[in-house]
Nanobody, 121 residues
Framework: QVQLVESGGGLVQAGDSLRLSCAVS????????MGWYRQAPGKQRELVAT???????NYADSVKGRFTISRDNAKNTEYLQMNSLKPEDTAVYYC???????????????WGQGTQVTISS
């Protein structure tokens, strides 16, 4: 079993910052790609950022220059630093991790429970 626990969401004003964390625990042989998605009311879930085990990152155009994804491999934790927040960033943010629980297994995606981020104008 693998669990992802998110923290750090909340209600802030436009222009403020938030930092989301996602801690992975359980049966972990290798922790491969990690990332964040978000889903706003009435919209499809969209990719926010990803990071490989080697630290290569990728961002949605809408968050480039404002959000930074990082990871601490020793702690099996990923972070999403969100600066210059806008009302359109309001959404439930979900973390995911591509985890192999045993050396002979391919990785599969595990998801966090989601954390609400609300930006007031």
């Amino acid at each position: 079993q693998v669990q992802l626990v998110e923290s750090g969401g909340g209600l802030v004003q436009a222009g403020d910052s938030l930092r989301l964390s996602c801690a992975v625990s359980g049966s972990i042989f290798s922790n491969n790609a990690m990332g964040w998605y978000r889903q706003a009311p009435g919209k499809q879930r969209e990719l926010v950022a990803t990071i490989t085990s080697g630290g290569s990152t990728n961002y949605a155009d809408s968050v480039k220059g404002r959000f930074t994804i990082s990871r601490d491999n020793a702690k099996n934790t990923e972070y999403l630093q969100m600066n210059s927040l806008k009302p359109e960033d309001t959404a439930v943010y979900y973390c995911y991790a591509d985890i192999s629980s045993h050396w002979y297994e391919r990785g599969r995606d595990y998801w966090g429970q989601g954390t609400q981020v609300t930006i007031s104008s």
